[in-house]
T-cell receptor, first 114, second 115 residues
């Protein structure tokens, strides 16, 4: 069974500081990997995804994530936080042989301090 | 495109009542998903459809929950009878179905409160 672990349910960063959100998955076969963002009272929106090829993936709003097979990780980063980055972030995995099902992590809520 | 449309956005009902949530996926998308989000359990997949056919309903909590997709542009999630523990935000999502790792596009959700 696959699972997704996001370390830290809440993260607080200062405006302009690095944002680092951690995601680890458990799967014997590298899955497809996704990061979604949820702003208050809205649905989830895709930030970026890893399928194959280059392990460093760039997404919207200046976010990027790196797939590290040896660490079974897909951490999300942004060099400089903006107030508008305050939201909840979800890591998700999809096994290539598991149909179209996504398994989501528990989410990390980001607070940006001025 | 208008995106995934869900109605109602908010629903307050009393225990024992029937609740019907509605979803219109993005036109041309072959997959439709129903999720439930709660503080305790996070985001859970309830059921998903491919070309209007239910593919995996293993996440449906119990027989009180049912979902249908009578055509490519409409789906319902019904709870009968509703219970307070069903209070949650219910999301509908759709994806194109290209055979690869498609992006799922989420609707704004329906916030259900069962008193």
């Amino acid at each position: 069974a696959q699972s997704v672990t996001q370390l830290g349910s809440h993260v607080s960063v200062s405006e302009g500081a690095l944002v680092l959100l951690r995601c680890n998955y458990s799967s014997s076969v590298p899955p497809y990997l996704f990061w979604y963002v949820q702003y208050p009272n809205q649905g989830l929106q895709l930030l970026l995804k890893y399928t194959t090829g280059a392990t460093l993936v760039k997404g919207i709003n200046g976010f990027e994530a790196e797939f590290k097979k040896s660490e079974t990780s897909f951490h999300l980063t942004k060099p400089s936080a903006h107030m508008s980055d305050a939201a909840e972030y979800f890591c998700a995995v999809r096994l290539k042989a598991a149909g179209n099902k996504l398994t989501f992590g528990g989410g990390t809520r980001v607070l940006v301090k001025p | 495109d208008a995106g995934v449309i869900q109605s109602p956005r908010h629903e307050v009902t009393e225990m024992g009542q029937e609740v019907t949530l509605r979803c219109k996926p993005i036109s041309g998308h072959d997959y439709l998903f129903w999720y439930r989000q709660t503080m305790m359990r996070g985001l859970e997949l309830l059921i998903y459809f491919n070309n209007n056919v239910p593919i995996d309903d293993s996440g449906m909590p119990e027989d009180r929950f049912s979902a249908k997709m009578p055509n490519a542009s409409f789906s319902t999630l019904k709870i009968q009878p509703s219970e307070p523990r069903d209070s949650a935000v219910y999301f509908c999502a759709s994806s194109p179905g290209t055979g690869g790792p498609d992006t799922q596009y989420f609707g704004p959700g329906t916030r259900l409160t069962v008193l």
